[in-house]
């Protein structure tokens, strides 16, 4: 590496892609090691998915001082976040706060995409080439490229013949828009459109929203951090980290040990009552252990997510076609809102079913369905993401014998632990499919990714080594374990983007992205690995 060779001139120890969380970090802990590193990111600045996702209403759905970074106690007593679950905005600039502290920028080449990525077998090196032509070579390639990051548009005929204005919410202009006075659409209603709606019906003159899915919405409880809690905020750090390093999903909600069947029916309303009053991620995850694995469990918190729905909504008509029937609670991720079932109570807010009568086009003046056609000025696509494969696909990433990861993962991922994947030595992915940071409140387990990476370059630096790739025989157990875990959970039973499914993309394999183990699991099993030397891998 660059402090032992004379080859660092046209030869970097590491190229990261991506300059949002996981990026950032990686930066700054292999700086620290002394290597050298560029990063390429194809955004104007850092941030990633803060960077990108600017529509209105976007925020945390986790705890604001469970999700910053962990590492800097410095940082931790520096920053102040404003809201229990933080608007983006904010986001954005405790991110561009971290940058100049860190002084990060100077290793960023923005405004820069990677097209592809292919591995010298000889020189035991990657080769990048940007967008723009620009190349640059590293003995580590590490991808740092959000797994929804891959925006997704419809297949409607007619998109480009919108005479308004229209923008999906992963690429949202950074002047605002003004919906005043304005017939705006909304396609989606995943955790993005419920965010957006709730905002635009506010101001719009009038809102339509087509939905085809209709997902369980539970009340986010978001409000002002006043100067008391502040206070015990940053004197429980440690607590807080503790907490979610101990949950399932690393959040700051542990799941209950009971079973939702082994208490009274009086019992198991209150707990539900208490957790949909709650803020936060509670009823998802702090819930009975068993409503994401037992069908009866989750009948049953279904049935009451459902009742909830029909309080809130005045026209019966109305909160049926909200209410989700073709899957159960929780099996999708749970979009969480302010009020956003009463939206449907306004009278400038209009749903329009599109499972029941399909959109079929877009036209010069709006949307047309299978009966009826919408007048629009803004039209927005809430439309999602190729979830977790898809930000890899973009790149053309060629490994040994000039394969593509493309190929190599068509009918789903094979990794070890979510790392690495054969075939393509000294490629590590920070948040690649079947990586426990898939599921998770996601910079928790950037961390943990980011410092298994950094403890792992420099043990082969110690140790003299300069190629690390895993055993066939470790990634088919792990992606075995993968899908075995992922069987027992009721995720694998429905369509989500969590396995693949995205009615965008036919062409897509519905296979599990993520990982369903937990992250503490997950961290065991890294720890071990690493302990053992790096069980499973072959360096040399
Ligand atoms: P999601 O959760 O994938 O939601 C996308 C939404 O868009 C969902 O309601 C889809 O309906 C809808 N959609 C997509 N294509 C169409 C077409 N062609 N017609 C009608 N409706 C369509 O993405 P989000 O951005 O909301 O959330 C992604 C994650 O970002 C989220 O989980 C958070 O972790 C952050 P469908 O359900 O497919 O019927």
Redesign the pocket.
Known sequence: MSTSDNRSKDRLDAIIIGAGIAGMYQLYRLRELGFSVRVFESGSDVGGTWYWNRYPGARFDSESYSYGYSFSEELLQEWEWSEHFAPQPETLRYLGFVADKFDLRGDITFDSRVATATFDEDGNFWEIQTEGGERARATFLITAVGP?SAPTL???EGLDSFVGESHH??RWPHEPVDFAGKRVGV???????VQVIQEVAKTAAHLTV????P?YCAPLGNRPIDEVTQKEIKDSYPEIFKKCRESHGAFLHASDPRSALEVTPEEREAFWEELYSQPGFGIWIGNFSDILIDQRANDLVSDFMRRKIRERVDDPEVAELLVPRDHGFGTR?V?METRYYEVYNQKNVHLVD?KEVP?ERIIPKGVKTGNAEYELDILIY????DAITGSFDRIEFRGEGGRTLKEKWADGPRTYLGIQTVGFPNLLTLVGPHNAATFCNIPRCIEQNVEWVTDLLRYMRDKGHERIAPLKASEDEWTKHVYDIAALSLLSKTDS?FMGV???LPDKKRTFLAYAGGSPAYRQKCDAVAANGYEGFVLN
């Open positions: 929804l419809p297949r409607f919410t992963a396609i989606g209603t995943g955790a993005t459109g087509f939905q085809r899915t997902n991720r979009p599109v959109i809430a439309t999602g993401f983007w995205n009615q965008n």
